[in-house]
C-alpha cells in the first residue's frame, strides 16, 4: 500500500493561511483518488476534501470557497491550500487513499499515518 506523510501544520491567525503537503511513496501514487481528512478533539474524524487521480475535486461545506485541495503526480504529493482560516479549523489533519464504493460516499482505505495538528487561534 501506499505510505502516507503529512507536514505544514503549524499555529496561524485567523484569516491566516496555511498549505500542507501529504508526501506519497511509491510510484502509483497517480492512480489512486487521495482525500484530506481532520478531527478536532472529541470530535468524529471528517472527510475535508477529495481529488480524484483525474483531478476532480470536492469538499466539505464548512470549507468550500477557502480550502484548495491539489495533487502533484510527479511529485507524489498532495496538497491542501487553506485560506481564511477560521478557529473551528483547528484540528489534527490526515490524508489517505480513498474510495467511492457504488452508492456510498469517499471512504478512507489505507492506513492512518500521523497527522499534523493545524491550530488557529489569535
Known amino acids: 500500500q501506499v505510505q502516507l506523510v503529512e507536514s505544514g501544520g503549524g499555529l496561524v491567525q485567523p484569516g491566516g493561511s496555511l498549505r500542507l503537503s501529504c508526501a506519497a511513496s511509491?510510484?502509483?501514487?497517480?492512480?489512486?483518488?487521495m482525500g484530506w481528512y481532520r478531527q478536532a478533539p472529541g470530535k468524529q474524524r471528517e472527510l475535508v476534501a477529495a481529488i480524484t487521480s483525474g483531478g476532480s475535486t470536492n469538499y466539505a461545506d464548512s470549507v468550500k470557497g477557502r480550502f484548495t485541495i491539489s495533487r502533484d503526480n510527479a511529485k507524489n504529493t498532495m496538497y491542501l491550500q487553506m485560506n481564511s482560516l477560521k478557529p473551528e479549523d483547528t484540528a489534527v489533519y490526515y490524508c489517505?487513499?480513498?474510495?467511492?464504493?457504488?452508492?456510498?460516499?469517499?471512504?478512507?482505505?489505507?492506513?492512518w499515518g500521523q497527522g499534523t495538528q493545524v491550530t488557529v487561534s489569535s
Open positions: 489517505n487513499v480513498v474510495i467511492r464504493p457504488y452508492g456510498s460516499n469517499w471512504t478512507p482505505f489505507g492506513s
Open positions: 511509491g510510484s502509483i501514487f497517480s492512480i489512486y483518488a
